[in-house]
């Protein structure tokens, strides 16, 4: 634990300006700066886009709010917009994909060994196993469709190999739906897990369903809207892992928590300078965003903030590759599946979901075919080809 920033006020909100030139500012080189520059990059992004979602849902079941929350909204807007163009234009839409799965692995991998109830970490390693295997399909599509190693944009970090197959990963709605944490007894860093992966796969999901339609590859466009619904999964149940009966007003200062928790993460460890000096200026921003919201909650719930957020932030989410963690629950929980709430072995698997599956795949998997015989090859299976002995 750390010395509190929970009172820290921030920057006041009429304070937090933007111009058109700073938000569409300087990209990260590709290749150059380090693969968890962008890891971050695409995490925060996430979690701006939730909070605007969320504030937008928020105002349309109570006026009162309506105002303060466009005023926190525009500026998460551009603040998301001066994020997201930190993505440098020389990447394709499959590199930006590739990058998109080694957040989900890495970001999911580091919360599931930081969280403190046993389900909620389990349902970590549950979806983690599933976006591993589908970094594994995407870098056989980069390969095929455009002769490219995910590794560049992957920099050693992460591992390119199967995890629990896609082609298995389809289930029914009701195998999705998790328990909940309970408000009551909840740690916070539960609380803020559950919003930062729900955040972070919601971005993913929508990218998916974005970026698939504008591939003219037939394979392509399938591999797409079979992993968009997979992401549609996890959505549904990260989400679920969140207690339905916290009030509006109770999620959105969990949310801004999650904002300040998830910054002061990447200020500890971001290295490269102009990207930290961005991250410093945010992470003031938001707490002068947390700090609306505590008066918020305090003025209309007539309740101390200090009852959900308690005293001190809890240590920072790690930053660093996870490949040890990931290599033992793949060993392990490769072949687990989900019934109802549990987390059962493959043979008790519910049969609404063995039924679902089968009528998705009646026509093939793409994401089996995309990746049929690969294993992936620095720098490419073209040069595995070529250092072939002749015959």
Known sequence: ?????????????????????????????????DAFTRVRIILLNGLELDALRLKHIASRFNEPLRVPLAQLRRVEQHQATMINWLLSADHSPLETTIAYEQVAIEVTAAVAQAEPDPYQAQSYRYGLLEDFDHLYR????????????????????????????TIDEHRAPEDDVRHSYQRQ????????????????????????????????????????????????????????????????????????????FTYYSCVEQETNPRIKAIWERFLDYELGHLSMVKNLFKNIERRD?????????PSPLKFAPQRDFVRAVLAKETGLRA??????????????????????????????????????????????RAERPRQ
Not at 6 to 33: C, H, Y
Not at 142 to 157: S, V
Not at 305 to 313: A, D, Q, R, T
């Open 1 to 33: 634990m750390i010395n509190n920033l929970w009172d820290n006020a921030g920057v006041p909100l009429e304070k937090q300006r933007f111009t058109w030139a700073e938000m569409a500012g300087k990209p990260i080189s590709k290749l150059d700066d």
């Open 138 to 165: 995407y870098s056989a599509m980069l390969d095929r469709l455009e002769g490219k190693d995910a590794n560049n944009i992957l920099q050693g970090y992460t591992d390119i190999v199967p995890g629990r197959p």
């Open 185 to 260: 007894q909840a740690a916070l860093l539960t609380k803020m897990h559950a919003t930062l992966i729900t955040a972070a796969e919601y971005q993913t999901h929508d990218y998916y369903m974005n970026i698939g339609p504008l591939f003219a590859d037939p394979l392509a466009r399938q591999l797409y809207a079979e992993i968009a619904s997979v992401e549609e999964q996890h959505v549904t149940q990260y989400g679920s892992l969140q207690d339905p009966d916290e009030s509006l007003l109770e999620k959105l200062l969990i949310h801004e928590a999650t904002e300040v």
């Open 305 to 313: 903030p200090e009852e959900v957020l308690g005293s001190v932030i």
């Open 339 to 384: 019934k109802g709430t549990a987390y059962v072995p493959g043979d008790q698997e519910s049969q609404a979901s063995i039924q679902a599956r089968g009528i998705l795949n009646a026509a093939g998997s793409p994401s089996s075919m995309v990746s049929a015989g690969y294993v992936w090859t620095p720098g490419t299976e073209l040069n595995q």
